[in-house]
């Protein structure tokens, strides 16, 4: 007899950070938001952040260690995510086009990848350098 179940929903941490965080920090920022929410690591289908920070090394080794691919959103790919948002920062938004990193990349990738609306499934969550935010749809 065929599975008639659904699909799980498709789960997608997106990540800001500051220059030079390391990887040990936003893996436990990703592992305490997940604990939060009762979800393990491997229920990510990917993880997402701005353009601007595709040569961020942490973001880069957390994906290669997690498996996970991870995609970067332009800030007009962002835009259009703002009235979703938990807070718009303008100062986020003088440094990266957008007014958000992790809730509108988390969005994004999410909508993307689904082809479907995305919701935020937790809001935005913080370290001392990095912000999470995981998106469903």
């Keep these: 007899m065929a599975n008639s179940a659904t699909p799980?929903?498709?789960?997608?941490?997106?990540?800001?950070?500051?220059?030079?965080?390391?990887?040990?920090?936003?893996?436990e920022l990703l592992e305490q938001s997940l604990a939060q929410l009762a979800l393990p690591l491997d229920a990510l289908h990917?993880?997402?952040?701005?353009?601007r920070k595709r040569g961020e090394a942490g973001?880069?080794?957390l994906a290669a260690d997690l498996g996970l691919p991870l995609d970067f959103y332009s800030a007009e790919q962002l835009v259009p995510y703002e009235s979703q948002q938990s807070e718009v920062s303008e100062r986020v938004r003088e440094l990266t086009g957008a007014a958000s990193v992790a809730e509108a990349s988390a969005l994004a990738c999410a909508a993307e990848r689904s082809g479907r609306a995305a919701t935020l499934i937790c809001r935005k969550q913080r370290s001392a350098a990095a912000t999470l935010a995981i998106a469903t749809a």
């Design 8 to 27: 799980d929903p498709l789960l997608i941490a997106g990540l800001g950070c500051r220059r030079g965080c390391t990887v040990a920090e936003l893996r």
């Design 46 to 51: 990917g993880l997402a952040s701005s353009a």
């Design 59 to 61: 973001l880069l080794q």
